[in-house]
C-alpha cells in the first residue's frame, strides 16, 4: 500500500514536497517512481529512483524536482520547486519490483500551482 501525501494549492515558483509512505513491502525491493495526471491528459511519468538510487525525470522537470528515497523509513520523497501553472495534476506514487514487475500505485495528491 502507498499513501502519497505532500499535495496543495501553491503560486507559480513556489515548492512543495511529496510524500510516499509504503506499507506491507520491503522497499530496497522496488523501483519507486513518482507520476502525474492534469485534467484531460494521460498520465505520465515524473521521475523514477531505483535502489540504491539511480534517476530518471522527464524532460518538463528541467532540473526543477528532485526525486529521493528512504528505505528505512518506507519513504519516497519528490521535492519540487519553481512550480508552474503547467506542474498542475493529481501526482501518483508507484513502486514496481524489480524481480516480478509487479506495479502498486498510491491514491494520488492534487497539486494546483496558481499564476
Known amino acids: 500500500q502507498l499513501q502519497a501525501s505532500g499535495g496543495g494549492l501553491v503560486q507559480a515558483g513556489e515548492s512543495l514536497r511529496l510524500s510516499c509512505a509504503a506499507s506491507?513491502?520491503?522497499?530496497?525491493?522496488?523501483?519507486m517512481g513518482w507520476y502525474r495526471q492534469a485534467p484531460g491528459s494521460q498520465r505520465e511519468l515524473v521521475a523514477l529512483i531505483s535502489n540504491p538510487g539511480g534517476t530518471t525525470y522527464n524532460d518538463f522537470v528541467e532540473g526543477r524536482f528532485t526525486i529521493s528515497r528512504d528505505n528505512a523509513k518506507k519513504t519516497v520523497y519528490l521535492q519540487m520547486n519553481t512550480l508552474k501553472p503547467e506542474d498542475t495534476a493529481v501526482y501518483y506514487c508507484s513502486a514496481r519490483n524489480r524481480y516480478d514487475n509487479r506495479v502498486y500505485w498510491g491514491q494520488g495528491t492534487l497539486v494546483t500551482v496558481s499564476r
Open positions: 506491507g513491502i520491503t522497499l530496497s525491493m522496488y523501483t
